[in-house]
């Protein structure tokens, strides 16, 4: 199992930009399909974004496309999610979850950050 501490959340005014960390311990995350997902009061949770283990192949949500950047740093074990032109509809706890490549689902979860955007 692979540790994932997910970090960079906070407030941002409309408009404004965060960059969320998702940082692993135990095991080398480039091993991993690594994803964000996140979950609004109310709401089920959300595909946000993927990269594969090497980073070439990245996949978005409609909802986040050209706004919001995911990658990979496997030298600091670490994916990054850099979200831009932050809406109040971007507000959630984001989970950054990992899987080996040919699971059926990610096994590997962090404890979420929350994000605010204000009006």
């Known amino acids: 199992q692979v540790r994932l501490v997910e970090s960079g959340g906070g407030l941002a005014q409309t408009g404004g930009s965060l960059r969320l960390s998702c940082a692993a311990s135990?095991?080398?995350?480039?091993?991993?399909?690594t994803a964000w997902f996140r979950q609004a009061p109310g709401k089920e949770r959300e595909f946000v974004a993927v990269i594969s283990t090497s980073g070439p192949i990245i996949r978005y949500a409609d909802s986040v496309k050209g706004r919001f950047a995911i990658a990979r740093d496997n030298a600091k074990n670490t994916v990054y999610l850099q979200m831009n032109s932050l809406q109040p509809e971007d507000a959630a706890v984001y989970y950054c979850a990992a899987k080996i490549y040919g699971a059926v689902s990610y096994d590997n979860w962090g404890q979420g950050t929350q994000v605010t955007v204000s009006a």
């Open positions: 135990g095991r080398s995350l480039s091993n991993y399909i």
